[in-house]
Structures are given as structure tokens and as C-alpha cells.
């Protein structure tokens, strides 16, 4: 009798389906407080339970919409920002690799070295000297 009605239901039902609710996604003002919030706390280990928080959802339903939402994972992101603090720090070159490491949430410089690496295509020491302070000025 159960797959009788469920046949009639999929065959006759005169009503709209409904499909999935559409996925929702973080709102502007969210991915911006998020992205403040990892700016500002770059040089220490971030949770997903501390972003989360900001967004008032539960730690596995925010890694959901921060995908939906950027197209890639929270930790993939908050790499982005601390290989941006990286040069930025790089090219100012106020500080020697080891502490740069550090003060952008690194482990050791040799963590850094690696991880610089792949996101830019070059080292951090070969990058400090390409776009450092010290760097040769071209003359046009």
C-alpha cells in the first residue's frame, strides 16, 4: 500500500514540487566582519568555532556557506591573508624571515618557506630581495 501511494504521488500529484531550500550563503557584511576578524588576528591560530561565532551558526554549517560564499575553505582563506601580511611585511622588510614567519601565525620559518612557496611561485628570501627595500631601482 506505502509504494502504491508513493507511485500515485510521484505520477499524479497536481501540486508544484518543491525542489531543495535554495543555499543560502554569507551576506557581505559577514564575509567583511569575517575578514576583519582574521586580519586582525593573523599572527595567532584561528577556529573555525571563533568565525563561526561572528555569524552565529554552528562551526560545520559555517564552513558550508564560507565555501558557498568564496569558493574555497576557511583555512585556504586565512593562508591567502597571511601570505598577504607576509609581503606586505616582506616588502617593507622590517623584520627577518624568521620573525615574519611568526608574526603572520606561521610555525617556524620553514612552515612559512613552504607554504609562501606554493601560493607565489617563489621563496620568501628570493622574494625580500626582488621587492624589498634594498632592491635595485631600474633606471628608465
Same mark, same amino acid.
Given at each position: 500500500?506505502?509504494?502504491?501511494?508513493?507511485?500515485?504521488?510521484?505520477?499524479?500529484?497536481?501540486?508544484?514540487?518543491?525542489?531543495?531550500?535554495?543555499?543560502?550563503?554569507?551576506?557581505?557584511?559577514?564575509?567583511?566582519?569575517?575578514?576583519?576578524?582574521?586580519?586582525?588576528?593573523?599572527?595567532?591560530?584561528?577556529?573555525?568555532?571563533?568565525?563561526?561565532?561572528?555569524?552565529?551558526?554552528?562551526?560545520? &554549517? =559555517? @564552513? /558550508?556557506? !564560507?565555501? *558557498?560564499? #568564496? $569558493?574555497? +575553505?576557511?583555512?585556504?582563506?586565512?593562508?591567502?591573508?597571511?601570505?598577504?601580511?607576509?609581503?606586505?611585511?616582506?616588502?617593507?622588510?622590517?623584520?627577518?624571515?624568521?620573525?615574519?614567519?611568526?608574526?603572520?601565525?606561521?610555525?617556524?620559518?620553514? &612552515? =612559512? @618557506? /613552504?607554504? !609562501?612557496? *606554493?601560493? #607565489? $611561485?617563489? +621563496?620568501?628570501?628570493?622574494?625580500?630581495?626582488?621587492?624589498?627595500?634594498?632592491?635595485?631601482?631600474?633606471?628608465?
Amino acid at each position: 500500500s506505502c509504494t502504491l501511494a508513493a507511485h500515485m504521488l510521484r505520477s499524479y500529484n497536481v501540486f508544484d514540487v518543491t525542489g531543495p531550500p535554495a543555499h543560502s550563503k554569507l551576506g557581505h557584511v559577514e564575509l567583511a566582519q569575517i575578514n576583519d576578524f582574521i586580519e586582525d588576528h593573523v599572527h595567532r591560530q584561528i577556529s573555525l568555532a571563533e568565525l563561526a561565532a561572528l555569524v552565529n551558526v554552528s562551526r560545520f &554549517h =559555517f @564552513t /558550508r556557506l !564560507f565555501r *558557498r560564499s #568564496t $569558493g574555497m +575553505t576557511v583555512s585556504a582563506f586565512v593562508e591567502q591573508c597571511r601570505i598577504r601580511r607576509a609581503r606586505a611585511l616582506l616588502d617593507a622588510g622590517i623584520a627577518p624571515l624568521a620573525e615574519v614567519a611568526l608574526m603572520t601565525g606561521f610555525a617556524d620559518q620553514s &612552515h =612559512f @618557506t /613552504r607554504r !609562501f612557496k *606554493r601560493l #607565489t $611561485g617563489s +621563496t620568501p628570501g628570493l622574494y625580500a630581495r626582488v621587492h624589498g627595500p634594498g632592491r635595485r631601482k631600474r633606471a628608465d
